[in-house]
């Protein structure tokens, strides 16, 4: 069982940066792929990026691609998603996400834990 937290929502102008951290519970931290997914008002979850439990593998979806990037600190228990140059349709609700799987899917509902979320405005 591990608990997600994540924080550094809010409101930016377009061109703007954010980064957001999900902090989880547990001891076993490393063992998991964390993910980002986002969700839009009217809109299904969307997979944003992911990274392995050994960070060998890191995807992202092609629309934040040279934008956002992934890290992992597994000493801190915490995964941050970097997000730079923000448009207005980066706007959604992010959530965080792992799993105990290697793979980086995409696939929202093979991911076992989510996050409350934590919303993401982009002004034009």
């Known amino acids: 069982q591990v608990q997600l937290v994540e924080s550094g929502g809010g409101l930016v102008q377009a061109g703007g940066s954010l980064r957001l951290s999900c902090a989880a519970s547990g001891r076993t931290f490393s063992s998991y792929t964390m993910g980002w997914f986002r969700q839009a008002p009217g809109k299904e979850r969307e997979f944003v990026t992911a990274i392995s439990r050994n960070d060998v593998s890191i995807q992202y979806v092609d629309s934040v691609k040279g934008r956002f990037t992934i890290s992992r600190d597994n000493a801190k228990n915490t995964v941050y998603l970097q997000m730079n140059s923000l448009k207005p349709e980066d706007t959604a609700v992010y959530y965080c996400?792992?799993?105990?799987?290697?793979?980086?899917?995409?696939?929202?509902?093979?991911?076992?834990?989510w996050g409350q979320g934590t919303q993401v405005t982009v002004s034009s």
């Open positions: 996400a792992a799993r105990l799987g290697a793979a980086t899917v995409v696939v929202a509902m093979l991911w076992d834990y």
